[in-house]
């Protein structure tokens, strides 16, 4: 079965960057949906941000213009530049692959981000 490991989160102070990973034990990325989700203490885990096999990237509004997804399909991993963090974007990260808008595989461990000072 197809794994995801997320890696990349930490503390880190209000306004500042974190770039988190995801990658998978096999070639699954090249042809797929790929997306990050985010589940807060005490929330639903919600989408954030997806790409496209070919690279068209799309965001929720809560991160637009401070996130940013990206791929390297060579090395089966999805990535998440996340600039200007706050507080609210404290939560567990998780990635996966996407097939008809929903999360198709297991999920991972996820990776902690917080933001705090």
């Known amino acids: 079965q197809v794994q995801l490991v997320e890696s990349g989160g930490g503390l880190v102070q209000p306004g500042g960057s974190l770039r988190l990973s995801c990658a998978a034990s096999?070639?699954?990325?090249?042809?797929?949906?790929m997306g990050w989700y985010r589940q807060a203490p005490g929330k639903q885990r919600v989408f954030i941000a997806g790409?496209?096999?070919?690279?068209?990237?799309n965001s929720a509004d809560s991160v637009k213009g401070r996130f940013t997804i990206s791929r390297d399909n060579a090395k089966n991993t999805v990535y998440l530049q996340m600039n200007s963090l706050k507080p609210e974007d404290t939560a567990v990260y998780y990635c996966?692959?996407?097939?008809?808008?929903?999360?198709?595989?297991?999920w991972g461990q996820g990776t902690q981000v917080t933001v705090s000072s």
């Open positions: 096999e070639s699954i990325f090249s042809s797929n949906y």
């Open positions: 996966n692959v996407l097939v008809g808008g929903m999360p198709y595989l297991s």
């Open positions: 790409i496209t096999s070919g690279g068209t990237a």
